[in-house]
């Protein structure tokens, strides 16, 4: 069983001289959901980008234990998987091909079943030799799932998750997400009611 | 591993949407043309074509080499890689990306100098490649992380060859001189101070650039 957690130590961010928060503290476990809701611009994509050491904190630091022990941000990488409206893939490689992309440059084999698991399970599997180009924009949010779950990470933060999902889709997110919520730790920001309803 | 993945990745992208490739061939084909049609009938210098050369070197590197970090800003895509790789992998597999971009480029314009240019003579071939080997390895350190630098800016294509010109100015004018010995025949044994320069441009650009890029990758 996994032991993750995430210590925030007095978070400050500032944008300029805009505040955006002002010393947050919170400790996040394994097993279990949380949900970061709040209106637009109040600083929720700017909290999980700097949970996931995507942007530095004004002030305070972020720690991520794994098992007890402080890990390192250079290796951070290997321990989330994130899914965002503003994270793009490759659009010239098919869904495949971007998947085997990112399992080598992390440096880590390349799990086919798993992949065709997560492409099955998401309904791209007969569309996994297509380019991600020709995608819908649905289509491509179910791809994001699956690069963020692939290599099976730790922590698995939610920015706005199920945004251009349709209610299949949905159900299949939140089937997904418990599942994997049994051993890891999720975080949600969102501001749809259903996805805050998975929280634990 | 990981660091050749990126560069596999990099490279198997650039085929396919001809981002940088076709720039540099752009580039070059016209600033060769627009230097033939200027020259018209006149007789130039040995020297002027070597000094053309590292010109047409220089602003073909400008106009390419950039594309390495701008495409993943303009694609969005910066923010997927800092998910999938280190600051270092990923310094890393860019730099491996241009040093392949640059030796392609370079030896495309030198070959078009050499069939061009009738007074573009080397008469110490191993002098002028040693200057080419480790001209072309500077141009890749310093191209990639100056790129680095300025992809998040607004004004990318201004502020790179600006950001650009006084960090090559030294390399520039080293390969100059040894482009200028080469031409001239002089024996390795006698040129071995700008070589030493050149190494050392090229060691002093690379650790700076690995110190730098963690900070210059954080946003």
Known sequence: ?200 | MKTFSLFKKDWQSELRTRYAINALAMFILVTISVIMFSIGSEKITEYLTGGLLWVVIFFSAMSGLSRAFVSEEERGTTMTLHLIASPSTIFSGKLIFNLLLVFLMNFVITFLFSVLFSSFIIKNFALFAIAFLFGNIGIAISSTIIAAIISKASSKGTLYPVLSFPILLPLILTLLELTKFAMDGNSIGSSLVEIAVLVCYDVIMLTASYLLFDFIWEE
Request: hydrophobic fraction near 40%; include cysteine.
């Open chain 1, 1 to 200: 069983m996994t032991d993750y957690t995430v210590e925030l130590d007095n978070l400050v961010k500032y944008f300029g001289r805009r505040l955006i928060f002002n010393g947050i503290n919170f400790s996040f476990s394994a097993q279990n959901i949380y949900g970061i809701s709040g209106p637009n611009g109040s600083g929720k994509s700017t909290l999980v980008k700097i949970i996931a050491n995507l942007i530095s904190p004004t002030r305070g630091k972020v720690i991520h234990k794994n098992n007890l022990k402080e890990v390192e941000p250079v290796k951070l990488h290997n321990h989330i998987g994130f899914v965002a409206p503003y994270l793009f893939l490759y659009d010239e490689f098919t869904a495949e091909e971007n998947l085997l992309h990112f399992s080598n440059i992390r440096g880590i084999s390349f799990d086919k079943e798993r992949s065709d698991y997560l492409l099955n399970e998401l309904k791209l599997i007969d569309r996994k030799n297509d380019l991600v180009r020709g995608y819908s924009s649905g289509m491509k949010q179910r791809l994001k799932f699956i690069f963020a779950l692939l290599h099976q990470p730790k922590l698995i933060i939610l920015d706005e998750p199920t945004s251009n999902l349709d209610n299949p889709g949905k159900e299949k997110f939140y089937e997904l997400i418990k599942k994997e919520a049994k051993n890891n730790l999720v975080i949600i920001a969102s501001n749809e009611d259903s996805d805050i309803a998975l929280c634990s």
